[in-house]
């Protein structure tokens, strides 16, 4: 009769603790993967807000900018615009107090909190301009009818003061 081999005999004498050390791998690598996707989703979020705060910011100053082309077409405006005199150097640099706007915020502007700051709408002095059929040529040469424009600038701010958009547009005042 043959005698088991020793191994065979004991087989908790074969194990020299591999499971451990498999099981810790894994936990370190399951560990990497969670770190990486909360960094994800962190940033996945921070990118979200940002893009909501800028939607605001832009839906606000459409909003101002067509309340300042209405402000303008109005009687009362088409009063005042001929008075009008501080000119925007740099439209995209405007930080809304200087020049001081034409109007201090947009009327009717109700915004629940979600906003960091009223719209702003700016209106430029009037410019002497020649009419080409559908466009305007400021150089003033050549043309058949003189017409007068105005720039519209309007600041809208998101939910935070970083979040900033300005448009502009040109209205032609018959």
Do not use: C, Y
Request: glycine share 10%; no cysteine.
């Amino acid at each position: 009769m043959s005698t088991p081999s020793p191994n065979r005999r004991k087989p908790h004498l074969r194990q020299q603790g591999s499971a451990l050390v498999i099981s810790l791998v894994f936990l370190v690598v399951m560990t990497l993967i969670a770190v990486g996707a909360m960094r994800d989703t962190t940033l996945q979020e921070r990118m979200a807000g940002n893009l909501r705060d800028r939607s605001l910011a832009f839906q606000a100053a459409e909003g101002a900018l067509r309340e300042g082309e209405n402000w303008l077409l109005s009687p009362a405006g088409r009063l005042t615009a001929g008075n009008l005199a501080a000119e925007l150097p740099t439209p995209e640099a405007w930080n809304g107090v200087a020049p001081a706007p034409t109007q201090p915020a947009a009327p009717g502007f109700s915004d629940g909190g979600l906003h960091s700051g009223n719209p702003l709408f700016h209106i430029s002095p009037p410019q002497i301009a020649r009419s080409r059929g559908s466009t305007l040529d400021i150089s003033g040469s050549g043309g058949s009818d003189i017409v007068v424009s105005h720039e519209v600038t309007a600041r809208g701010v998101g939910g935070s003061n970083t979040a900033v958009v300005i448009l502009q547009s040109t209205v032609v005042v018959d």
